[in-house]
């Protein structure tokens, strides 16, 4: 592998990672409210940790966005490093989708910094984050997020409803690994009914997204690999098949703590614990879904 796709796949993967913090992070955001009262000392603490990590990624995005360009670039010059400093060729990446998807990128980092900003103000003046605002943030971004996704990617020459079944596959997928964090941070801060009440909601959430999850993905690998036989006689098949055994995993997961673990958490002193190891292995298994994700979509290709 060239030293060009190892930075590009790097920068990539933390740029995911970065989208699905702030994904994530709006997304328990939006379900504290209906968890905690309003005012409530751990309702701020909670929100104010969950701010900080949406922000903190959203930097780290910005970052790596940035370089992502200059790779690109230095990608495509094949001039070694300085060529990342070609402005010949940065002009050509800038005018092209790559440039789109960067600045497009950079917007949604920048707007979810800013939002971040006006929350954590709030929190300073112990006002929790108003619903609505954050309802309409959470909006704007999901939908930006996944209007980026269909200007990339295998489905770009597909029909339009393939982009779309894409941008839901990704908004859901992002928003779930990116909402695993401020969950375990909940089993660290919140008390046994209100956290019981958060991981209730988020199970019955899951229900949907998932079988959203399922449909479009389904949808998509079949029309990117063609055939039954492509999925094990392809590399870019096998991989697809290497990252569904993850993501079953991840359910198996999921269903093991909506159907075991939650209802304990009322019951049993040390199941906020057992909860919490279980969704750091669930971070594990998403950051291994990321990785394969990032190499099939940068490395490989349908007709790997």
């Not at 913090?21 to 940790?49: C, T, W, Y």
């Not at 954050?134 to 209007?147: N, R």
Request: proline fraction near 3%; include cysteine.
């Amino acid at each position: 592998m060239a030293i060009w796709e190892v930075l590009i796949l790097s920068t990539k993967l933390t740029v995911y990672l970065g989208l699905s913090a702030l994904l994530g992070g709006f997304l328990i955001l939006l379900l504290v409210p209906f968890s905690l009262e309003k005012q409530s000392h751990a309702r701020l603490l909670l929100q104010a940790h969950i701010i900080k990590y949406m922000a903190m990624f959203a930097l780290v995005g910005v970052f790596a966005t940035t370089l992502d360009f200059f790779f690109q670039v230095g990608s495509l010059s094949q001039t070694g490093f300085t060529g990342m400093f070609d402005p010949v060729m940065q002009r050509m990446v800038a005018q092209s989708t790559l440039g789109t998807i960067a600045i497009s990128r950079l917007c949604i980092f920048i707007v979810g910094i800013a939002l971040c900003g006006l929350f954590y103000w709030q929190l300073a003046r112990k006002k929790t984050p108003h619903f609505i605002v954050t309802l309409l943030g959470a909006i704007i971004l999901w939908g930006s997020v996944g209007y980026v996704f269909m200007l990339s990617g295998h489905t770009v020459q597909l029909e339009r409803s393939y982009g779309y079944a894409l941008a839901v596959h990704v908004i859901i997928a992002l928003s779930w690994m990116g909402a695993l964090w401020p969950l375990s941070a909940a089993c660290l801060h919140l008390s046994p009914t209100p956290l019981y009440t958060l991981m209730r909601q988020f199970g019955h959430l899951a229900i949907g997204l998932v079988s959203l999850l399922i449909l479009a993905g389904t949808l998509l690998a079949w029309e990117l690999v063609g055939s039954v036989g492509n999925l094990f006689n392809q590399i870019y098949g096998q991989s697809l098949l290497l990252k569904l055994g993850f993501v079953n995993a991840i359910l198996l997961l999921a269903a093991w703590h909506k159907l075991k673990l939650t209802p304990k958490l009322l019951t049993h002193s040390n199941a906020a614990i057992d909860m919490r190891r279980s969704i750091q292995i669930e971070m594990l298994i998403g950051l291994c879904i990321f990785l394969i994700t990032v190499a099939l979509t940068t490395v490989l290709g349908p007709q790997s």
